[in-house]
């Protein structure tokens, strides 16, 4: 079976050797990881690491929550990035709501900037998106003719209706460790309820551990075939059907995998 991890981090110093991490990841059937990056040095350091190992593209953009380092030509900067042959989409960018903080309207203003950048240069987005369900479903409807490029809501952590929603607008849904828990109950019965064409697979490495490590850090994208076979579990098929449905989900959301 092909694996694919679409969403994780590859930056750190948790990891240790990363030629001996890549190494165990393509050794368990990983066969691609999309490394996200979150601000301009993570975008820059994985758009080295996509040219240096063949198994990995990266993304580039802002996270919400990093809009505090933003500078004047930065965007201009990621937009270059973007033009690389592996870069296959624009972020992680969103909303994060999580801490008491938080500048909802910078947020809101640069993640619909990032939304614009991303249509402007035929990329799909990564998106991130916490304790901000009613804003960013406002945002992702009202900014509809934006997505026409694809979207993914990595990490989906909202609830099962509010997926069936979005995917009216052809958003993708990706899944990682956290659904395998066992109190994971609205994760798994969204991954049952939505269309198999829209599921993915991440692991946010090197966070959230599958149930097999839990409390273990830091997670690997060596985790993605063990988040599969749940996935496959939960919706009543085989790990090889599922594989392939997420295989293909994959590269027809990020097209450039095709073609890099």
Not at 45 to 60: D, E, G, R
Not at 141 to 153: C, E, I, M, R, S
Not at 158 to 185: M, P, V
Request: charged share 20%; net charge negative; proline share 5%.
């Amino acid at each position: 079976m092909k694996y694919i991890d679409v969403h994780c981090h590859l930056d750190g110093d948790c990891y240790g050797n990363i030629p001996d991490l890549i190494k165990k990841t393509e050794d368990c059937g990983v066969e691609k990881i999309i490394a996200a990056g979150y601000d301009l040095s993570t975008s820059e350091l994985f758009a080295n690491y996509a040219k240096k190992y063949p198994s990995v593209y990266f993304t580039a953009g802002f996270h919400p929550t990093e809009l505090h380092k933003l500078r004047e030509g930065d965007l201009k900067i990621i937009a270059e990035l973007a033009a690389e042959p592996k870069c296959v989409a624009i972020g992680e960018i969103g909303l994060d709501y999580h801490y008491p903080q938080t500048n909802a309207e910078l947020q809101q203003k640069m993640f619909v900037k990032q939304l614009e950048l991303a249509c402007s240069l035929g990329l799909p987005v990564q998106i991130h998106s916490r304790d901000c369900a009613g804003d960013m479903c406002q945002i992702l409807n009202k900014n509809a003719p934006l997505l026409t490029n694809g979207a993914l809501l990595h990490c989906y952590s909202h609830s099962t209706e509010i997926a069936l929603e979005l995917q009216k607008l052809g958003i993708y849904f990706s899944f990682g460790g956290t659904s395998t828990w066992q109190g994971s109950k609205k994760a798994r019965r969204t991954i049952a309820a939505l269309a198999e064409d829209r599921l993915l697979t991440e692991t946010d490495s090197p966070y959230l551990p599958p149930k097999s490590l839990y409390g273990v850090f830091p997670n690997t994208p060596a985790s993605i075939p063990e988040i599969l076979c749940n996935m496959a579990e939960v919706r009543g098929v085989s790990a090889e059907h599922m594989a392939e449905a997420v295989w293909q989900n994959a590269h027809a959301l990020f097209t450039k995998l095709q073609n890099a």
